[in-house]
């Protein structure tokens, strides 16, 4: 999604006026950090997530593991002697509001952003954080263009990610098919609604090529269909080994269940897009079986640091969490470090300090940001076993 220079502008002169610095729906987490503190104590830290809109699974559960972060750290004595604080904010899965959150955050000198989810959200927030000179850290936003200038390739100064990139994730998902599944052929049928969706399938099915497989059909729908029978027909007349499904899961899990009415039972693979408690609910167990999807870590994972995780959150929040959480509370984690490491909370070090990070033992992988602040870290690939997530 593009912002218009038209609205940057505008935003940018109303905070400058001081206009946006209270505006839209606020929360501090100080007094859920340890009580009132002064701003000599805390270093103040914004959160600007999707907790409500068509992707607000996805905010939720993120925000929900930035705070289980946020208040270990504090826990633990905070940074540099100080509690982080953060401010919430709901950016309704919008870019704009993700921008107009960005500007009052900034009003509140935050020393930083996490979030938000989305690469459409985030590109929204960009401008603001580039004028104001604070960091972003994105926890899941994957489009290619997020850390760098489109036209340029320059690398944004201020925007950093914690999680991989669409090119990666489907690059993964292609030579597991290949060389787990061992299929020739595969079909294609992904959203043509959105960046994210048409990124992993260009990606897949050049990843899928060049590894010696065959595309036999590429179709499309858009978000917000029901009704995915007539194309999944067409495509079962193809005879595909393997049908790769970029989107999200609002989409996916009812595209799923109706290919297995269909008695499509060939393997069906994905992007991280699809975890979400829902696909399980929408599409049910049996069905989900034989579908795999590429994603940032497994709940199942019995290493020590994930298994606290884990048992923490879902001692908080009572559900287990899912990849958003994780990449939310690595995020959350990864600031705290840099602030560390800057010695200061000055936002301009911060983000240079966050441009040097190296073997970060995150939730999600051990990570180093490189030179487009991108962390270079392993892909997980996901089955769905009996309405179980299994890592592969």
Not at 117 to 123: F, K
Not at 265 to 287: L, T
């Amino acid at each position: 999604m593009r912002v218009s220079k038209r609205l940057v502008l505008l935003v940018l002169m109303l905070f400058t006026l001081g206009v946006l610095a209270g505006c839209g729906s606020k929360q501090e987490g100080g007094d859920k950090a340890g009580g009132d503190k002064t701003a000599v104590e805390t270093i103040p830290v914004g959160i600007n997530v999707e907790l409500s809109g068509d992707l607000a699974s996805y905010g939720s559960n993120s925000r929900n593991g930035m705070v289980l972060a946020i208040e270990e750290i504090n826990q633990a004595g905070g940074v540099l002697g100080k509690e982080l604080k953060y401010i919430e904010r709901d950016c309704q899965s919008k870019p704009d509001e993700a921008m107009n959150n960005s500007a009052a955050l900034a009003g509140e000198k935050i020393i930083a952003q996490l979030g938000p989810l989305t690469s459409g959200a985030v590109a929204g927030s960009t401008p603001v954080m580039m004028q104001n000179k604070i960091a972003l850290i994105a926890p899941a936003a994957t489009a290619e263009n997020v850390t760098v200038e489109e036209k340029t390739g320059k690398t944004l100064d201020y925007i950093f990610r914690v999680c991989y990139l669409d090119a990666d994730q489907a690059k993964r998902m292609a030579e597991f098919a290949l060389n787990d599944l061992k299929v020739k052929n595969a079909a294609i049928f992904g959203s043509t609604s959105d960046d994210y969706a048409k990124g992993l399938a260009k990606y897949f099915e050049e990843a899928f090529i060049a590894g010696g497989g065959k595309i036999v059909a590429k179709e499309g729908y858009v978000n917000g269909d029901k009704d995915f029978k007539a194309t999944l027909t067409k495509l079962r007349s193809k005879n595909p080994e393997f049908i790769y499904v970029p989107g999200y899961y609002t989409e996916v899990a009812l595209l799923i269940k109706q290919a297995r009415d269909l008695d499509i039972k060939v393997p069906i693979g994905g992007g991280d897009g699809w975890d979400s408690p829902d696909m399980v609910k929408v599409a049910g167990v049996e069905a989900l079986n034989n579908t795999y999807f590429a994603n940032h870590y497994s709940v199942e994972d019995p290493s020590p640091a994930i298994s606290s995780f884990v048992k923490a959150y879902e001692a908080k929040y009572k559900k287990l969490p899912d990849s958003f959480a994780a990449l939310g509370y690595d995020s959350a984690k990864i600031l705290a470090q840099a602030i560390k490491d800057a010695g200061e909370a000055d936002s301009a070090k911060v983000a240079q300090a966050l441009a040097q990070i190296k073997d970060f033992p995150g939730i999600t992988g051990t990570m180093s940001i490189n030179e487009k602040h991108n962390p270079v870290k392993k892909i997980v690939v996901i089955e769905y076993k009996d309405g179980k997530l299994v890592s592969r």
